[in-house]
């Protein structure tokens, strides 16, 4: 929650509660109410800045979506560091050698920084949001002037159901950023790929739809934010595939 719509939240509360007949019992039950969600946005809030400042960059902040029905992208906000660095202890052991990332809905880029100092030679992300994406655009060749580490990121402005590149292996991060049509669009070609894809799903709210389409379980990383693991082999089937090219000589 950014600091003007938690301003606007207390203020509404206060309102109501000074209208109520018994504005003390009211105060508490809203306290109670409210407390641990205000808390832990707090603490989110707060103990992200400390990473932002470390890669130069402000990733934090909360922004409206909206839904076109089809799209149905929702609002940004960024992945806890905390919840960065679980994936990246998972990913240093399950997928050490592959050399490219790929976030889809990339907001701010916090992934795309955090992630630049592991092995990957290329960094992609991809954001539909035009205004979320200008943003990201210009940060980003901010930070590239600033750093080298930074260079081997890259934005895109798109829908990434459609747009995720499929020739090569590469880790898929996914935090919550779309509703069960794309996710189910976004699937259904990941199911046809043939390459090997690692995917973090973050906060998956619709991992009934990706695990139906993909017939995978999930391995389940323990985090602040809950982060389900998906592993693909497309590229084993690919090596499965008949040799039909060339079978004439
Ligand atoms: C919850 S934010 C996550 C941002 C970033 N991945 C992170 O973890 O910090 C989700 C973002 O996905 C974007 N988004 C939603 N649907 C999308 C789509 N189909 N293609 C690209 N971006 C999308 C939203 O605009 C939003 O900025």
Not at 44 to 55: E, K, N, R, S, T
Not at 134 to 145: D, G, H, V, W
Request: overall charge neutral; some cysteine.
């Amino acid at each position: 929650m950014n600091p003007v719509s938690f301003l606007s939240r207390v203020c509404g509360a206060w309102r109501r509660i000074r209208a109520s007949e018994r504005p003390a019992r009211a105060a508490i039950a809203w306290a109670h109410a409210h407390a641990q969600a205000i808390w832990r946005d707090a603490v989110w809030a707060i103990g992200d800045l400390p990473d932002d400042m470390y890669l130069g960059v402000w990733t934090g902040g909360v922004e409206q979506g909206c839904s076109d029905g089809d799209l149905q992208f929702f609002g940004y906000r960024a992945v806890a560091y905390r919840t960065l660095r679980d994936i990246r202890l998972h990913l240093r052991v399950h997928a050490p050698d592959v050399r490219r990332f790929v976030d889809a809905g990339c907001g701010l880029g916090r992934p795309l920084y955090f992630f630049s100092r592991e092995q990957f030679d290329q960094l992609l992300g991809y954001e539909v949001a035009l205004s979320i994406f200008e943003r990201s655009r210009r940060q980003l060749e901010r930070a590239k002037f600033r750093h080298k580490r930074f260079a081997a990121i890259s934005i895109e402005h798109g829908d990434a159901t459609y747009l995720i590149d499929l020739t090569r292996d590469f880790v898929l991060l996914l935090y919550n950023p779309f509703g069960p049509v794309p996710m189910a669009r976004l699937c259904g070609r990941l199911k046809d790929a043939r390459v090997a894809i690692h995917i973090y799903y973050v906060n998956p709210v619709h991992a009934d739809i990706l695990e139906s389409i993909l017939r995978q379980p999930a391995e389940r990383i323990d985090s602040f934010i809950p982060v389900n693991y998906y592993f693909i082999d497309g590229a084993a089937e690919r090596h499965h595939l008949p040799d039909t090219l060339g079978s004439e000589d």
